[in-house]
């Protein structure tokens, strides 16, 4: 057998290592007396534990024995862990003790990074991960899309307007910045609109959270309305879609995840294999997954087809609306289905846009906010990934991956609810540290797309979808916009024996739309409601579209039958051997991939070898 060079390493963390902010519960046991405890802060432990059990976010549970140790020395162990895994000040987490540590020490690196760097990573063609903390930024985001009506607003500099947008955004060009600053005071956090993304016909995906002001709310809805209307090159009507009223709720979601859990983290695993089917279904994971997508996938409709630009709206506009304008984009746009673009998707949509990580990834432990949307979304585009491999440059192991870094309390990335507190948290922190920030607006957290910090530059190759065809990313070049256009070329025509997930078939009626007045609101009084005939014609276009051979540079649309949509099973069976090892599993199918990334790897370095050797040759007959 050839030697395995993939070991999937991470850099930052051992093999029994668990990140604080990964410890969902603590649980100390004796054996001899059969007493246990959930430990919290700050608690007694009045019996001496022999065993100590960790139950993780990620669905691992991770057991001690203290054998060996003396009781008071495993009490101490409980007592201490169970006191550092449950901070209660954001400036307690890691992340700034090592940064703190880091700005006294800049000689000081990790796995021979500067973790001051920006964090911006770059791909093997040298292209960055753009983190939309910049007005240049968001300015070449619109030269991408084509988006010539909408420019860049700087109305929020400083966070002058809101504490939770960032402090630059799109908006249309008819909106002056003295009419942003009127209307911010009506919006729930006055959070005003932000563009999210422009398709090529000109239509425009928006977010906007609620207008508080009741009074108002007609007038300043038609105001945005118009603003948008006008930014469309065929002055295209507006649809509106309420999130909060057709999509489930973070409260619902939180609780569909504790079943989950339950379900896979069971012991012992082989007593819920009878029911395995019917407990999962009641856990209504799965079928939330299908109604973000099937929601995402009407929208897609009303932008692809029908040329009308749409305004997702929620509550405050930075939960629900993060996962569905990024699902939108990634069944649209190609450039969001390459590791750069889908990156960058997240700074966009989650990041910059005031997604909570800190309160919904629950690293302070405040339960009653704690909603997995990320987890979720991911779950979402790992749907996609499987139903069409082809199109992804992305691995489902770089999907998990990701998931795991969101619980690793070093990242700036997901550790803050918005830029504002970042900037406001790190500026305190260096006061109270006595660190000299000079231009720098906060402390610098390491980025979590700096890839280096955790895996080696063999280890990350994993990350790369073999099964990719292509690599179309648009970008400016010369001063000249490159958007992505619909490739006329039928890639998976060139495939032969091409899977049913890569295969269009003719969808049923009860696998796709319509579910009723679903999709749209009014938004003016004049403005069409969902009649039968375009629920037919809505009908008529994933009829059309599914019948057709995938185009794997174009828009992609998910399969939506009981069959179709499927468990990650590698992002939560990962911890369950009994789920893995029958017939070989995961375990074995992830050493497969490895050899065959050492083959790959070699094959690679021969051809590299091979090239320079004939360019000496010409070199020397010439």
Same mark, same amino acid.
């Not at 500067?114 to 960055?128: I, L, T």
């Not at 420019?151 to 249309?172: A, D, H, Q, W």
């Given at each position: ?8 390493k991470n850099l ?28 919290g ?6 019996f ?7 139950y ?37 987490l ?31 063609s ?13 300015d ?12 860049v ?16 955004? %799109? &908006? ?5 910045d003295? /009419? *942003?600053?009127?209307? !911010?005071? =009506?919006? +729930? ?41 006008r ?35 069971n ?17 209504h994971?799965?079928?939330?997954i ?19 630009? %749409? &305004? ?6 930075? /939960? *629900?609306?993060?996962? !569905?304008? =990024?699902? +939108?984009?990634v069944?649209l ?14 700074q ?9 990580f ?50 690793i ?6 550790l ?38 955790q895996?080696?530059?063999? /280890?990350?190759l ?62 003016k ?58 017939h ?39």
């Amino acid at each position: 057998m050839p030697l395995q060079k993939f070991h999937y390493k991470n850099l930052l963390l051992g093999e029994h290592d668990v990140p604080l902010t990964c410890i969902e519960q603590i649980v100390t046991v004796n054996d001899t007396k059969r007493k246990q405890k959930v430990l919290g802060p700050n608690q007694k432990l009045k019996f001496n534990p022999t065993e100590l059990i960790i139950y993780c976010k990620d669905f691992r549970i991770v057991r001690f024995r203290f054998d060996e140790a003396g009781p008071e020395s495993a009490k101490k162990v409980c007592l201490a862990i169970a006191h550092y895994s449950q901070p209660t000040d954001l400036q307690l987490l890691f992340a700034f003790e090592y940064v703190g540590e880091m700005y006294h020490n800049p000689a000081k690196k990790v796995n021979t990074i500067d973790p001051r760097g920006g964090g911006s990573s770059s791909n093997a063609s040298g292209q960055q991960t753009p983190l939309f903390e910049t007005y240049s930024d968001w300015d070449r985001e619109i030269k991408r899309t084509g988006a010539s009506e909408w420019r860049v607003c700087s109305v929020n500099e400083g966070y002058m307007i809101s504490t939770c947008l960032p402090e630059y955004f %799109v &908006v249309p060009s008819s909106l002056a910045d003295q /009419d *942003l600053k009127l209307y !911010s005071y =009506s919006f +729930i956090g006055r959070r005003m609109p932000l563009w999210s993304w422009n398709h090529p016909n000109g239509s425009a995906l928006v977010r906007m959270a609620n207008i508080k002001d009741v009074l108002q709310q007609r007038r300043i809805d038609q105001r945005i309305c118009n603003a948008i209307t006008r930014s469309h090159p065929q002055r295209s009507d507006v649809y509106k879609s309420d999130l909060d009223k057709y999509l489930p709720s973070i409260q619902e979601i939180q609780a569909a995840h504790i079943k989950l859990k339950q379900l896979c983290v069971n012991e012992p695993f082989e007593e819920t294999e009878e029911k395995w089917l019917s407990s999962l279904e009641n856990t209504h994971w799965l079928e939330y997954i299908r109604s973000f997508l099937k929601h995402s996938a009407e929208l897609v409709y009303m932008m692809e087809c029908k040329h009308v630009s %749409v &305004v997702l709206q929620e509550e405050e506009g930075r /939960d *629900l609306s993060c996962l !569905s304008a =990024s699902l +939108i984009q990634v069944m649209l746009d190609p450039y969001f289905r390459t590791i750069v673009g889908f990156q960058s998707l997240i700074q966009k949509e989650w990041v910059m846009a005031g997604y909570q990580f800190l309160d919904r990834c629950n690293h302070l432990k405040r339960s009653d906010k704690e909603s997995p949307l990320f987890l979720m979304f991911l779950d979402c585009v790992w749907q996609l990934l499987e139903q069409y491999p082809a199109a992804f440059e992305f691995s489902e192991m770089y999907l998990t991956i990701l998931y795991d870094s969101a619980r690793i309390s070093l990242f700036g990335t997901f550790l803050f609810n918005c830029p504002h507190q970042r900037v406001k948290e790190s500026t305190e922190f260096a006061i109270s540290k006595n660190i000299q920030l000079g231009d720098e607006k906060g402390l610098r957290f390491p980025c979590v797309w700096d890839w280096s910090l955790q895996f080696t530059s063999r /280890d990350r190759l994993l990350f790369h979808n073999p099964l990719y065809i292509g690599k179309s990313a648009p970008c400016v070049q010369n001063g000249a916009v490159k958007s992505f256009k619909r490739s006329k070329k039928n890639y998976s025509s060139t495939l032969r024996g091409v899977p049913p997930a890569l295969k269009n078939g003719i969808i049923s009626e009860q696998e796709f739309f319509p579910r009723r007045n679903s999709l749209i609101l009014k938004l003016k009084p004049d403005f069409l409601q969902q009649t039968e005939s375009q629920s037919n014609s809505m009908e008529q276009y994933f009829r059309d579209w599914f019948a057709k051979p995938v185009d794997l540079h174009g828009v992609i649309l998910p399969h939506l039958s009981g069959t179709q949509i499927k468990l990650w099973k590698l992002c939560y069976f990962r911890w369950v051997p009994e789920a893995q090892i029958n017939h070989g599993g995961f375990i074995t199918a992830f050493h497969k991939v490895s050899l065959l990334a050492d083959e790959v790897d070699m094959l690679n370095r021969n051809l590299r070898q091979y090239k320079s050797n004939s360019s000496l040759q010409d070199t020397a007959s010439s």
